[in-house]
């Protein structure tokens, strides 16, 4: 394509132009000047700086480059104006057509009048015709349009500090009036010492109370940048220990530097009366703070009222269900009281009635043992007479020396294994004492043996109506034993455990009437047989 100011050159020309050109990129030559008068810098490309046919440009160039379409910038822009504001053009005397039917102005609509609503609008009254406002195009480009302070008046916030200043003024002015009169309605001794000060400095001496408030923190709160301006006191005395030294572990409670505010206990194990800090969040979890917790818990959980929305109506709620909550409770402890008794009150009833009246009549001996009639036990929830390692009574029967233990073999070992209990024919045990007859125990008298004597016998005359003697089953303490018929019978209880083969039993070995084993039988078997459960066998 070729261009408007080329023209056909000779080759003496064109290499004069290439000099010259060279030239200007040298800085050898001035530049090239375009139509305005501005240089072009040399070191722009040909291609950029030829322009198109259609340009008919007479010299060098650059406006083809230019944005065509780009909009000048508007005066207003330029010099900075802005809308005019409450500005009038015109003020008719009679309602024009198509005009405000409300104020009678032509620049706005009715749907747009700012004016109140009169009663008969100025289309039917044709009076009090409002002034036709200036309106203003004025076209912003995008950075205009988002400029926050476009338009502001810097004058305009002069009214507001002269405002504030005759404020703060006003106030002085008060403040010293008021110390004035304090000062002079006081009648002290100091009074002519206070005059001398007065008249040597001019001025009059601040006060402790007034030179306290020099220590005060000046911190932005509330506001858009941090909130409105107040004087804060959150400065420790001296004399106070710092939050962070109360504990000093590195795993204890967070210390906020900035807040200056620790909400976690520094010392939970610590007791409550040693105690001089207890966390900031403390007074959050005791006082009016749990009972609202609690109200507010009640109304998302246990109502449908809202508490925002009704807050009287959910805390009416709220106090009918605590008056519910305690009469059911008043009621649960009532009827505890009426089945088991109160021990705490002075009008306890009597256990007999707590557990009932009965006419049985249970009759024992000295050593609590049942000579006549059935015990009857008071049943528990917790498992009674269960016997283990072979033992006949339960653990803490048998009290001895500070110590309980079982009262069939008398051990004071919980886990141990019953292996009986040793007779004496010096002493006899006393388990109604719980002492052992190992010398310590005390001896009955004659007059007690027979008596127990007498309840053994009452005894196993009611056992014989069962069909076998007292011999079979558990062990009887209460039964007298001969000692040489128990040597007897463990002999003759030693012969029958050496025949181990049973292919030499006899025939009529297991013929003998359950009703012939005598109590000294019963007693060798049991002192002849092999436990294999025994912990002890193995050191025997």
């Known amino acids: 394509m070729a261009s408007s100011n080329t023209s056909f050159k000779n080759r003496d020309d064109y290499r004069r132009m290439m000099e010259l050109e ?3 990129k040298a800085g050898m030559a001035p530049a090239a000047l375009d139509e305005d008068g501005k ?45 005019e504001r409450g500005a009038k053009t015109f003020q008719s005397r009679k309602y024009r057509k198509g005009a405000c039917q409300n104020c009678g102005a032509m620049s706005h609509k009715t749907k747009d009048c700012m004016e109140r609503p009169r009663a008969k609008g100025a289309r039917w009254t044709n009076k009090d015709i409002a002034a036709d406002e200036k309106v203003q195009d004025i076209k912003l480009d995008y950075a205009g349009k988002r400029d926050r ?28 009036k008021k110390e004035l009169e304090e000062r002079f309605s006081k009648k002290v001794v100091e009074e002519g010492a206070e005059g001398e000060g007065e008249g040597e400095g001019g001025e009059f001496l601040l006060k402790d109370e007034e030179e306290a408030g020099f220590n005060k923190v000046e911190k932005r709160v509330r506001t858009t940048a941090g909130g409105a301006t107040g004087s804060v006191r959150n400065l420790r005395i001296r004399e106070d220990t710092a939050k962070y030294l109360l504990n000093l572990d590195v795993n204890s409670a967070h210390y906020d530097p900035k807040s200056r505010s620790m909400r976690a206990d520094p010392n939970p194990d610590q007791d409550d009366s040693e105690k001089r800090f207890r966390g900031d969040a403390h007074p959050l979890r005791e006082g009016e703070v749990q009972a609202w917790n609690r109200m507010v818990l009640h109304a998302g959980t ?22 519910k909550k305690e009469k059911v409770a008043s009621k649960t402890k009532t009827n505890i009281e ?26 024992y001996n000295r050593r609590g043992q049942v000579v006549k009639g059935e015990e009857v036990k008071v049943m528990s929830r917790y498992e009674e007479d269960v016997f283990i390692n072979n033992h006949k009574s339960v653990w803490g029967s048998w009290w001895c020396d500070g ?5 069939c073999c008398q051990s004071k ?32 008298s004659e007059p007690e043996r027979k008596d127990d004597a007498k309840g053994l016998a009452s005894s196993s005359k009611a056992a ?40 030499k039993r006899t025939y009529n070995s297991l013929a003998a009437n359950s009703s012939d084993i005598t109590p000294e039988e019963m007693e060798a078997y049991r002192l002849k047989k092999t436990r294999a459960d025994d912990p002890m066998l193995k050191f025997m």
């Not at 110590?403 to 009262?407: E, H, R, S, V």
Request: aromatic share 10%.
């Open 338 to 363: 009426d089945k088991y008794g109160n021990a705490a009150s002075k009008d306890a009833p009597d256990k007999r009635l707590i557990f009932g009246q009965t006419e049985r009549y249970v009759e």
């Open 22 to 24: 060279e030239a200007r």
């Open 39 to 83: 240089e072009i810098n040399p070191h722009i490309p040909q291609y950029m700086t030829t322009a198109p046919w259609y340009m008919s440009s007479d010299g060098p160039t650059l406006k083809h480059q230019r944005n065509w379409n780009q909009k000048k910038k508007d005066e207003n822009e330029k010099t900075g104006q802005w809308y």
């Open 302 to 323: 246990s109502s449908d009222v809202h508490l925002q929305a009704l807050p009287s109506q959910a805390e009416l709620l709220f106090k009918d269900f605590k008056a």
């Open 464 to 503: 014989k109506g069962k069909g076998k003697t007292v011999s079979w089953g558990e062990h009887d303490k209460s039964a007298v034993l001969d000692k040489e018929k128990v040597k007897e019978a463990m002999r003759k209880e030693g012969t029958v455990l050496e025949q181990k083969d049973e292919r």
């Open 403 to 407: 110590m309980w233990g079982y009262a």
């Open 149 to 176: 302070w476009n338009g502001y008046d810097s004058r305009d916030y002069a009214k507001v500090q002269q405002r504030y200043e005759k404020i703060e003024n006003v106030k002085q002015e008060e403040a010293r």
């Open 413 to 444: 070992i919980k886990n141990s294994y019953c292996v009986g209990l040793g007779h004496s024919d010096d002493y006899i045990v006393n388990e109604e004492a719980g002492v052992k007859g190992e010398g310590k125990g005390k001896a009955i």
